[in-house]
């Protein structure tokens, strides 16, 4: 067992960013787990096109007005108003002085404002087009100097601990539900130990890899929504999950984000026979209308021509060294997969990228649960509406992961005020002697994604997710009888939650007939007329 003030589920961005706002403060003991070994590995990781800040002739007003206008009116403008304030600080702070990020300058020193889709302005800073990894490779260098941040590895959050759910005592289904930490499988010892904190904050991201066709790496598999599901805690817009127009669709190289920047650069997308055909689509924002927009215009042309990919073309947009200067690594995946940009355009098809919804929460992170916090991609602030506006997730982990610190800082208390360790039962693993087979395992998952990709995808209809939700229910079913007599494993734990995430995205979109941003029902009429395909 275990006793911290804060325990921190989740490293990427917001989970980072929460714990070194927290350190400030030498009293606070902050433990922050990550279930991967290498604390690097997350969505942060690979974000590609960089993090929104205020670009040369811009202002919180505009930004906060490009927010609302690609969230299709379901946008908290108050969540938008607040990052497009506080972001640029927070990036500062956090990002440039104590992570000692340095963004792209031109040769005269000046910062490099990239363009993307739906953005006004010139405003996305970036470190070519690996701006995730030099985030992380800032932010888990800085935990690691904190001498109050305990980073662990290779520790898998199971379930939230919450009274009256995990507490012996009778009288406590009268309190409101509280959380007081989690239980979390050793991945190592395999056992599961008791983390005990007086304040929890859940960042453990997205749920992309629920999805046959994804750019998000195996982590992304919906821990965090499913447990806070099973806690009680209220959740939000899931049905909103935002397609990405353009992962690369090369055998062996499937889901590689080709990042919208290079549209932001001239890039044009076209038909295999040579069709610019977004004009079609978006007569004015064409190559560059909101993501909702391009990701359905491709997956119309796919279908009514039966196409296996559309084509992205910077090619002969822009000369082969700034090609090769502006997106090294995009250029060396492609080569990689036998594609060299600078010389051909590049197959792509839609995938699974990010959660728009996830554990309501307010402008400090506070979930409906007491003492239970949710920042970045796992939480749902109101920001990104039915559909994010590109590259403004990252900053959202900042101004949120502070944020929340912010609120822990000043109003939870210290371990001192745990309740005591009896009061908590421990793991009962009595009893439990068969390893799961990972056939099985990787079987499960593989028809979760299929179940989601084909029925709970970027056309849904009543039809479509009725079948999901019945047979995500019949297998929800196996799994928790499978849980329930397996020894624990890492696998296990996230086949059990992929399930319950999968059920709540389902469930979600069936509840919403209406179509908006990136949740689509060809049975319904949408609001946003202008935007249906
Ligand atoms: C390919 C790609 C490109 C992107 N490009 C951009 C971009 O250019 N700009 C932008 O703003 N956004 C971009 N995004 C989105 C953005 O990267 C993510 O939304 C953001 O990084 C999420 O940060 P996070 O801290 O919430 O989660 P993550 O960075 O995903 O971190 C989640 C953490 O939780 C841990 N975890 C998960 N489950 C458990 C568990 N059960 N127990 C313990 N630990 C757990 C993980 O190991 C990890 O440490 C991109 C995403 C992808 C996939």
């Known amino acids: 067992m275990l006793q911290t003030d804060v325990l921190i589920i989740g490293c ?8 070194l706002r927290l350190a400030r403060n030498p009293e606070r003991q902050i433990t922050i787990i990550t279930r991967e070994p290498d604390p690097h590995e997350s969505n942060t990781r690979y974000a590609q096109g960089g993090i929104v800040a205020h670009g040369a002739d811009d202002d919180a007003e505009l930004l906060a007005a490009d927010i609302l206008a690609a969230g299709a009116g379901a946008s908290s403008p108050k969540a938008a108003r607040l990052l497009a304030e506080e972001g640029p600080l927070r990036l500062n702070e956090v990002l440039v002085e104590i992570a000692g990020i340095e963004f792209d300058r031109g040769a005269g020193g000046q910062l490099m404002w990239g363009q993307e889709a739906a953005h006004s302005r010139r405003r996305i800073l970036h470190v070519g087009d690996g701006t995730g990894e030099a985030i992380m490779r800032g932010l888990i260098a800085a935990l690691r100097r904190a001498p109050n941040v305990t980073l662990t590895t290779n520790a898998t959050a199971v379930d939230l601990i919450t009274f009256p759910h995990h507490s012996r005592d009778p009288l406590a289904a009268y309190q409101p539900i509280t959380c007081h930490g989690a239980y979390v499988f050793d991945r190592d010892g395999r056992t599961v130990h008791r983390y005990l904190a007086a304040a929890t904050v859940l960042a453990t991201g997205g749920l992309g890899r629920l999805y046959l066709n994804t750019t998000n790496p195996p982590g992304a598999r919906g821990d965090g929504p499913a447990m806070a599901h099973r806690a009680g805690a209220r959740i939000v817009n899931a049905e909103y999950v935002q397609f990405h127009p353009t992962a690369l669709a090369a055998p062996g190289a499937e889901g590689f984000l080709i990042s919208e920047a290079v549209r932001g650069e001239g890039g044009l997308l ?18 560059l209308a909101p993501r909702d927009v391009v990701a359905r215009a491709i997956h119309h042309e796919m279908e009514k021509h039966s196409y296996s990919h559309v084509l992205l073309d910077i090619a002969s947009r822009l000369p082969a060294e700034t090609i090769r200067a502006r997106f090294p690594n995009i250029h060396a995946a492609c ?42 991609e796992v939480s749902c602030t109101g920001l990104h509406g039915a559909n994010r506006l590109a590259s403004t997730s990252l900053l959202e982990g900042l101004v949120w992961g502070h944020r929340a610190a912010q609120h822990i800082e000043l109003s939870v208390g210290q371990a001192g005020s745990l309740p005591s360790p009896d009061r908590v039962p421990s793991w009962d693993e009595s009893g439990l002697v068969a390893d799961a087979d990972p056939a099985l395992i990787q079987g499960d998952m593989q028809t979760i994604q299929n179940i989601m990709w084909h029925y709970v995808g970027l056309v849904r209809s009543a039809d479509r997710l009725s079948r999901a939700i019945r047979e995500l229910r019949h297998l929800q079913n196996e799994i928790e009888t499978f849980y329930r007599t397996t020894r624990l494993s890492d696998g296990l734990i996230g086949l059990r939650n992929a399930v319950e995430a999968a059920l709540i995205v389902a469930q979600a979109a069936r509840h919403n007939r209406q179509s908006r941003g990136c949740h689509y029902r060809q049975d319904s009429v949408s609001v946003e007329g202008d935007r249906l395909i």
Do not use: Q
């Not at 060299?340 to 309501?360: F, K, L, N, Q, R």
């Open 12 to 19: 990427g961005i917001a989970g980072a960013t929460a714990a």
């Open 270 to 287: 076209l038909s295999p026979d040579g069709r610019a055909f977004m004009a079609d689509y978006a007569p004015k924002w064409k190559d």
């Open 335 to 376: 080569l990689k997969a036998g594609i060299d940009i600078t010389h051909e355009p590049i197959p792509v098809v839609p995938a699974a990228h990010y959660s728009c919804g996830g554990v309501a929460v307010d402008e400090w992170g506070r979930s409906s649960i007491e003492n239970l916090y949710a920042v970045g």
